[in-house]
Each structure stands twice: as C-alpha cells, then as structure tokens.
C-alpha cells in the first residue's frame, strides 16, 4: 500500500466526532477543544504516515479505535490546570521549581475572601476617599522592622530596579566585585543595574575588598553605596569583606546613602533554632542603612514580593516613579502578605504557623516519626518495593543559607519491575504530581518537605504505578 492510499483510510473530523466515546465525553468537555484535538490528532497520524519508510507501509494500518482514546485522552489532559499542586518529596523546603515558600493553611479565608468579593484595596474606609494599597502592610512592616517607612513590589529584582532607578540614575552606584551575584533565571546584579540607569563601579576583588577600594572609587558622580548579601554562595578561605557598620559610616560621612539588596529577607534569628547566622532585616536597620530590599516568598514565608524599606524621604521618591505602578502587586500578594506578617507579632506564631520556618527548624524526631509512618502504611499495601529508612540532609534551598544542611530521614525506594528512573518519571506523571530525587541509584523521598495528608496519595501512586 502506498502512502496516498493510506492516507485516504484516515478517519474524517466528522466521522471522528461522532464516535461514540468521542459524543460522550462532549457534555464535559468544550466542543472547541473537542475539534481541536480531532484535528491535531489526525494531523499527527498523516505527518507519522509521511515518514514512514516504504518497507514499513504494507503492514501499517490506522487504527481508528486507537486514534479516538489518544483524542478522548488529549481533551482530558487539555483541560486539567497546568499550575497545580504536587508532593515534593526532594527535602528542599525553598524550592524555585516548585513555588518556593507555602503559604500557612491559616491564611487561606482570608486571601479567598480577598480574591471572590471586592476588598478596600485602594480605599480609605475611614474617609471615604482613594488610599493607597501599601497602607494594608506598611504599619505592620514598620512595627517588625523598625524602619521609617515600607512598600512592596512584585519582586526582589523589580525592588533593586526601582531602589537603583530612583536613586542613582545617570548616577554611580560602588559595589564591590565579590557581590556581583547571578540571581535566579541567569539574571545578574550588573544587567539589573545597567537596566536602572545606573553606572555600575565595581570595586576589590572578586575574594578581598576593603574600606579603601570604596574610598578610592568615590566621585561627584557617586550617588549611592551598594551591598548585596551573597545569600546564594559563600566565598570561604583567604577573603575579606567591608561590614555594613563600615559601609554605613562611610555614607554619613561623605553624605552618600547606602543601600542592601539582602535577598532572603529573614526576620528572625535563626541561630536560637541551630541555624547558621543569617543577617536579619532588623539588623540592617539597626546598622543604620538607607534603603533594604529583600524577598517576600524566601525565608520571610510569604507570597513573592520584593519589600523596600528605609528612610521615608527615599521611598517617597520611590512611589513617585512611573516604575512603581509597572511593578506594584495585585489584592492577592497583598493580602498573603498581610496575613503572613501578622505572624511575625509573635516569633512562636511565625515558627509554628509558617511552613518554610517549621520546616526549616524542624527537630530529627518529628521527621523520624514522619518516615516510621509513612514507611508502616507502604508495608501495609505488600508492594513490591524495596524501603529502606535512612539517614540524610536537606537543603533550605531559594538561594538562602547555601551551606546549612539539615539532618533529616528519608526513605529510599527500589523495585524489581522498573527501574529508578522509570519510578521516578512515573511518580512525576501522577494526577497529583509527585517529585523525588534519585541518590546511589535508589529513589529518595525526604519526610521533611512531606505533609502528612500527602501519605495516602504516595502509597495510591505508589500502587497504580507499581500494578
């Protein structure tokens, strides 16, 4: 049979949409769609007959029945969310790739309510006239912080955007070469500034640089001091760094201001929890610097924002600037952010009720009971898995804290019909995606980033995939 001959046994769209599986599933799903994967699908069987070498055509027939499950399939995957929730069971508790810090499941009234009703966004109820969306956060950020005054962006980078914009464009910022970091998304700190408007000076060298080299560069056309918090990667051995209480000296002393991007934007002293140290926001502000940015989805827990603080005279000029409408959030992010603050009036709240901080500061023994759990209900479904509970370290991840490690338990699982990377791929496809990571050539789950209510859907998974 040659192609053309084959090619006219392809089913017509109309003979395809009134297939009987086909007419059933058209009381869920949108006609449009419906026509749209007939169309795509007999497209995908010409183009698949169209490469096919001759050899291959005489035993090649189109298989109708085949055809139509793959359309009925394609129309199901077409109208589940793409964005929705998965397991991670990789134990990194900020993960970029998974959405990075869990908003509190005590949250969830009061951002819907926010979401499916009109809110006082940009209302004074007081006065009954326009108000401004960052009075909803700046009161409590400022009661937190100690800073003269707030607003939020929708992220770190858009907030060193506007900082570096408003307050040194045309101008010079000094920054020293050791903290030209690389963000997320290959974004690098000179692209940002150069972007601003602002002329970079870098200064010292890429593992040393002292108060002179910031002296030596100052000019008519400094208009502002740069420290990045290199929150992603540390620089050990033969290095040296000018402190903020230097940097900050310098300033009031040649009347130029300084400004931190510290990135992860922690509030609490993590070193009471046995973390490594991690500058705080109020310690910037105690330290004296003009303006700080940092994060709202990294160790803060919140939803992602890019929080600006310092001196009122600098953010005045900031709200002024045709950027900051370009970069302003939406009632949502306002919102989750509120509700997430109001947890820092009370350190205990925040480390109990915001996930990243509770599973950041999480003890062995919890994890341990988590793994002893999850592993019994596993054993129970007489799988044939191999599991075994192990000794490990997870990772705080988000580009924060890069060289703690947190000790934890995980299972390690391996199977006699597929192999690790086919159980990984499986698991990955699930409706409820579940994603691991693959360590010695057994597949690991860490316990630390798993909730409990995620047991059931594992073992579930872990039984159509292994059936």
Same mark, same amino acid.
Not at 215 to 241: Q, R
């Given at each position: 049979?040659?192609?053309?001959?084959?090619?006219?046994?392809?089913?017509?769209?109309?003979?395809?949409?009134?297939?009987?599986?086909?007419?059933?599933?058209?009381?869920?799903?949108?006609?449009?769609?419906?026509?749209?994967?007939?169309?795509?699908?007999?497209?995908?069987?010409?183009?698949?007959?169209?490469?096919?070498?001759?050899?291959?055509?005489?035993?090649?027939?189109?298989?109708?029945?085949?055809?139509?499950?793959?359309?009925?399939?394609?129309?199901?995957?077409?109208?589940?969310?793409?964005?929705?929730?998965?397991?991670?069971?990789?134990?990194?508790?900020?993960?970029?790739?998974?959405?990075?810090?869990?908003?509190?499941?005590?949250?969830?009234?009061?951002?819907?309510?926010?979401?499916?009703?009109?809110?006082?966004?940009?209302?004074?109820?007081?006065?009954?006239?326009?108000?401004?969306?960052?009075?909803?956060?700046?009161?409590?950020?400022?009661?937190?912080?100690?800073?003269?005054?707030?607003?939020?962006?929708?992220?770190?980078?858009?907030?060193?955007?506007?900082?570096?914009?408003?307050?040194?464009?045309?101008?010079?910022?000094? &920054? $020293?070469?050791? +903290? =030209? @970091? *690389?963000? #997320?998304?290959?974004?690098? /700190? %000179?692209? !940002?500034?150069?972007?601003?408007?602002?002329?970079?000076?870098?200064?010292?060298?890429?593992?040393?640089?002292?108060?002179?080299?910031?002296?030596?560069?100052?000019?008519?056309?400094?208009?502002?001091?740069?420290?990045?918090?290199?929150?992603?990667?540390?620089?050990?051995?033969?290095?040296?760094? &000018? $402190?903020?209480? +230097? =940097? @900050? *000296?310098? #300033?009031?002393?040649?009347? /130029? %201001?300084? !400004?931190?991007?510290?990135?992860?934007?922690?509030?609490?002293?993590?070193?009471?929890?046995?973390?490594?140290?991690?500058?705080?926001?109020?310690?910037?502000?105690?330290?004296?610097?003009?303006?700080?940015?940092?994060?709202?989805?990294?160790?803060?827990?919140?939803?992602?924002?890019?929080?600006?603080?310092?001196?009122?005279?600098?953010?005045?000029?900031?709200?002024?600037?045709?950027?900051?409408?370009?970069?302003?959030?939406?009632?949502?992010?306002?919102?989750?952010?509120?509700?997430?603050?109001?947890?820092?009036?009370?350190?205990?709240?925040?480390?109990?009720?915001?996930?990243?901080?509770?599973?950041?500061?999480?003890?062995?023994?919890?994890?341990?009971?988590?793994?002893?759990?999850?592993?019994?209900?596993?054993?129970?479904?007489?799988?044939?898995?191999?599991?075994?509970?192990?000794?490990?370290?997870?990772?705080?991840?988000?580009?924060?804290?890069?060289?703690?490690?947190?000790?934890?338990?995980?299972?390690?699982?391996?199977?006699?019909?597929?192999?690790?990377?086919?159980?990984?791929?499986?698991?990955?496809?699930?409706?409820?995606?579940?994603?691991?990571?693959?360590?010695?050539?057994?597949?690991?789950?860490?316990?630390?980033?798993?909730?409990?209510?995620?047991?059931?859907?594992?073992?579930?998974?872990l039984k159509r995939v292994l059936s």
């Amino acid at each position: 049979m040659n192609k053309g001959k084959l090619l006219s046994t392809l089913p017509s769209v109309d003979e395809l949409l009134n297939h009987e599986e086909v007419i059933n599933i058209l009381g869920e799903i949108p006609r449009r769609v419906v026509l749209s994967k007939i169309r795509e699908s007999i497209q995908r069987e010409r183009n698949k007959v169209l490469s096919m070498k001759e050899d291959k055509l005489q035993d090649y027939r189109i298989d109708v029945e085949g055809l139509v499950k793959f359309i009925v399939k394609s129309c199901y995957e077409f109208m589940e969310m793409n964005l929705r929730e998965v397991i991670n069971g990789t134990g990194v508790v900020l993960h970029t790739n998974l959405g990075r810090a869990l908003l509190s499941d005590e949250i969830k009234e009061t951002v819907w309510s926010v979401a499916s009703g009109y809110s006082t966004l940009e209302i004074n109820v007081n006065t009954g006239k326009r108000g401004s969306r960052y009075s909803h956060v700046v009161d409590i950020i400022k009661n937190i912080t100690g800073a003269e005054d707030a607003m939020v962006v929708n992220n770190n980078a858009a907030a060193v955007l506007l900082v570096l914009g408003t307050m040194a464009k045309n101008k010079e910022v000094i &920054v $020293s070469r050791g +903290e =030209l @970091v *690389e963000i #997320g998304g290959s974004f690098r /700190i %000179p692209e !940002v500034m150069e972007q601003s408007g602002a002329k970079l000076v870098d200064v010292g060298a890429t593992n040393k640089t002292h108060l002179r080299d910031y002296e030596n560069a100052i000019s008519e056309d400094t208009a502002a001091l740069l420290k990045v918090h290199t929150s992603n990667y540390k620089i050990l051995g033969f290095t040296h760094e &000018v $402190s903020l209480k +230097e =940097l @900050v *000296e310098l #300033g009031k002393k040649i009347n /130029i %201001p300084v !400004v931190e991007d510290l990135g992860s934007g922690v509030l609490i002293n993590l070193q009471k929890y046995g973390l490594s140290y991690e500058p705080t926001v109020q310690d910037s502000v105690e330290a004296g610097v003009d303006i700080i940015t940092f994060s709202g989805d990294k160790l803060l827990g919140g939803p992602q924002a890019g929080i600006i603080i310092g001196k009122k005279y600098w953010i005045d000029k900031m709200k002024q600037n045709p950027l900051t409408r370009a970069f302003r959030v939406d009632k949502l992010t306002m919102a989750a952010l509120e509700a997430t603050l109001k947890f820092y009036l009370n350190e205990d709240e925040a480390i109990k009720k915001l996930p990243t901080l509770r599973m950041i500061t999480e003890g062995i023994e919890p994890i341990r009971q988590k793994a002893v759990e999850l592993m019994n209900d596993l054993l129970k479904e007489k799988l044939d898995l191999s599991i075994e509970m192990m000794d490990d370290f997870s990772q705080v991840g988000g580009g924060s804290l890069p060289l703690e490690k947190l000790p934890t338990k995980v299972l390690q699982l391996t199977s006699r019909k597929l192999t690790v990377n086919q159980l990984e791929e499986k698991l990955r496809m699930q409706p409820t995606p579940i994603i691991t990571r693959i360590q010695d050539d057994k597949l690991i789950i860490d316990l630390r980033t798993i909730k409990e209510r995620d047991y059931s859907f594992i073992c579930e998974a872990l039984k159509r995939v292994l059936s």
